[in-house]
């Protein structure tokens, strides 16, 4: 069913079930995401594509907020703009993210979206947490410092490999994600080494060993080709 919606004061046509997201990429409109990845489920956990909806005070998630008919969304506020750079900085100051000698540097979508949403500078203290390094995996290191908590590893190892070897343990900036029972890494007795969750890691938290600086090379476009051929077969 086609619903009749209004994004950025232009209309746009819609069909039941999507979310805003999808209705504004098909139409050409560009948010911000990182937790966000075509395949895996949505949840809505960096807040970077949040967007206005009228009628409402509260800004919504719009990777995870169904289309409704007669909708009139706004994605390009000074609000939302405030609150994108806002959210860059506070990505930045919990945990230790030094670009200059990072695996990523170049290729890491939170540098890209720190560019994006026009963060110049971090308005708030750092906290310089203590994160570890899991270098006991025998192909790949995780760095607790570079991790964003967008789950896209969770996910994917959950959902695509079926192994569900990562979970998250703790809350708010103690939180981490944890192998099996927060156990290392090379002890995991579930971990297949795919590698899906280093390709779909949008920063160097989890990184090919070998990898230098600047050079990790990733591809989380694969979960939609592995869709693509999923559905070509079942044709």
Not at 47 to 70: D, I, N, Q
Not at 123 to 148: A, K, T, V
Not at 176 to 199: A, H, L, M, Y
Request: aromatic fraction near 8%; charged fraction near 25%.
């Amino acid at each position: 069913m086609s619903l009749a919606i209004t994004i950025d004061g232009k209309p746009a046509t819609a069909q039941a079930g999507q979310t805003v997201l999808d209705v504004c990429r098909q139409n050409g409109v560009v948010l911000p995401t990182l937790c966000f990845l075509e395949g895996l489920t949505t949840v809505g956990a960096c807040r970077l594509c949040l967007v206005e909806l009228e009628g409402s005070p509260k800004l919504f998630p719009a990777c995870t907020t169904p289309v409704t008919a007669g909708m009139k969304v706004r994605t390009d506020t000074e609000r939302l703009k405030e609150y994108r750079r806002m959210t860059m900085e506070l990505f930045f100051a919990e945990r230790n993210h030094i670009c200059s000698v990072c695996v990523a540097n170049g290729a890491c979508e939170l540098q890209n979206m720190a560019y994006a949403v026009g963060m110049t500078k971090v308005r708030f203290p750092y906290l310089y947490q203590e994160c570890s390094l899991d270098g006991s995996q025998r192909i790949y290191n995780m760095d607790h410092n570079r991790c964003i908590l967008c789950t896209r590893c969770v996910r994917v190892c959950d959902e695509v490999e079926g192994a569900h070897v990562w979970d998250v343990r703790g809350r708010g900036y103690e939180s981490r994600i944890i192998s099996d029972f927060n156990q290392p890494w090379g002890e995991s007795q579930t971990c297949t080494d795919c590698g899906k969750c280093v390709d779909v890691c949008p920063v160097g938290a989890l990184w090919h060993k070998g990898s230098v600086q600047g050079k990790m090379v990733k591809d989380p476009a694969f979960i939609s080709d592995l869709i693509a051929k999923k559905k070509f077969n079942k044709i």
